[in-house]
């Protein structure tokens, strides 16, 4: 096949924006797979991509230039169509899942029938997950692995001048907000995994959900505000971060930690004051450590809740699903 479906965006906006096009199959270049897309995870950096950055909280320097046309996505799950000829470790018809080029842009991205992949960046899909739940695993899940278990690279670090450093999570009281999310339910079993008591931040309506999770205890944010009537933490991981993370610096311990998982905290002097802890990073593509998480998933220790699938033609519908918020787990999106 010489060309495939995608989607792509010739200008930023809205959903509106996203059209589902014939464009040509990309070829792998050196180091490079080429994966024939069964589904494709949705993102938050995918409908900061699509609207030109114009509501994102990240720093401006963290913005890439994006060349139209475009196409959009990071997270994919497939089957191995090419290799290029000095790549080693992964043949045609293997199943593979990953997180493509990020932080940076390519020019061949998820959203499409076929992608090309750097090696490094993709694993070997484990067999007992199906494509969809594994689409949904790479960025959630390495943000979550980074913050939590392990950075695993020597990049410079562009939200803060030190290194981000995970802490010791066994015995110890770990909050997370915004639970249910695609960050945060994965997080919240990371450090279950590692050992922690864990308390989990949502609407009431996820309770149930979190507590399958493994969540010790669970806040519904909607009837009362956690940061009044919780304390004694090691750790809080605020899978919604922003501006009012600050919020949670009260119910930590001297000596615990805060980690945003977006950009926007402002409250240096009062953590400060406090012996408190804030640092972040930014997750970058690892097919080592997906590999890693892949085993977890494998043996069911850990789990990708779907909030739900959509055709890859539809992805307008999947960014207006996406918009609406309060979402339980990751959104899909599917290549027939």
């Given at each position: 096949?010489?060309t495939?479906?995608?989607i792509r ?9 996203l ?7 990309p070829?792998p ?9 069964h ?18 909280r990240?720093?401006a320097e963290l ?9 959009p ?5 497939g089957?191995?169509a090419?290799?290029a000829?000095?790549?080693d470790g ?10 493509l080029?990020?932080p ?6 998820a959203?499409?029938?076929?992608a090309?992949a750097?090696?490094s960046?993709?694993?070997l ?8 739940h594994?689409?949904g ?7 979550a ?9 020597d ?13 010791p999570?066994?015995?110890r ?5 915004g639970a249910?999310?695609?960050?945060g339910?994965l ?16 609407s ?8 399958e999770l ?11 505000r ?20 600050g ?9 615990g930690?805060l ?6 905290f402002a ?9 408190v ?9 690892d ?17 990708v ?12 519908a999947?960014h ?10 990751k959104?899909?999106?599917t290549v027939?």
């Amino acid at each position: 096949m010489t060309t495939m479906k995608a989607i792509r965006l010739h200008e930023f906006g809205s959903p509106e924006v996203l059209r589902y096009e014939t464009v040509p199959v990309p070829e792998p270049e050196p180091g490079e797979v080429l994966v024939r897309v069964h589904a494709v995870g949705v993102n938050p950096p995918d409908w900061y991509l699509r609207d030109g950055y114009q509501h994102q909280r990240l720093p401006a320097e963290l913005m890439p230039s994006i060349p139209l046309p475009a196409i959009p996505g990071s997270d994919v799950s497939g089957v191995v169509a090419a290799v290029a000829p000095d790549v080693d470790g992964f043949s045609v018809g293997d199943h593979v899942f990953g997180m493509l080029r990020f932080p940076s842009f390519g020019d061949s991205a998820a959203y499409a029938e076929y992608a090309r992949a750097p090696a490094s960046d993709v694993a070997l899909k484990p067999p007992g997950v199906d494509h969809v739940h594994a689409a949904g695993a790479p960025m959630s899940g390495l943000t979550a692995w980074q913050f939590l278990v392990e950075v695993g690279h020597d990049a410079p670090n562009p939200l803060q001048p030190q290194e981000h450093r995970p802490v010791p999570l066994d015995g110890r009281r770990v909050l997370v907000n915004g639970a249910a999310g695609g960050v945060g339910h994965l997080a919240l079993q990371l450090a279950k995994w590692r050992g922690a008591h864990v308390i989990a931040v949502a609407s009431g309506s996820h309770e149930a959900f979190l507590r399958e999770l493994g969540a010790d205890e669970v806040v519904d944010y909607t009837a009362v505000r956690p940061e009044e009537v919780i304390g004694d933490l090691d750790l809080v991981v605020d899978a919604v971060g922003g501006p009012t993370t600050g919020r949670f610096l009260s119910t930590l311990k001297r000596g615990g930690a805060l980690f945003p998982v977006f950009p926007g905290f402002a409250d240096h002097d009062e953590a400060a004051t406090r012996g408190v802890t804030v640092s972040m990073t930014q997750v970058r593509s690892d097919g080592a450590q997906l590999a890693e998480l892949g085993r977890l998933l494998d043996d069911g220790t850990v789990r990708v809740a779907v909030d739900g699938t959509f055709p890859l033609a539809d992805a307008r519908a999947a960014h207006e699903r996406a918009a609406e918020g309060h979402l339980r787990g990751k959104i899909v999106l599917t290549v027939s």
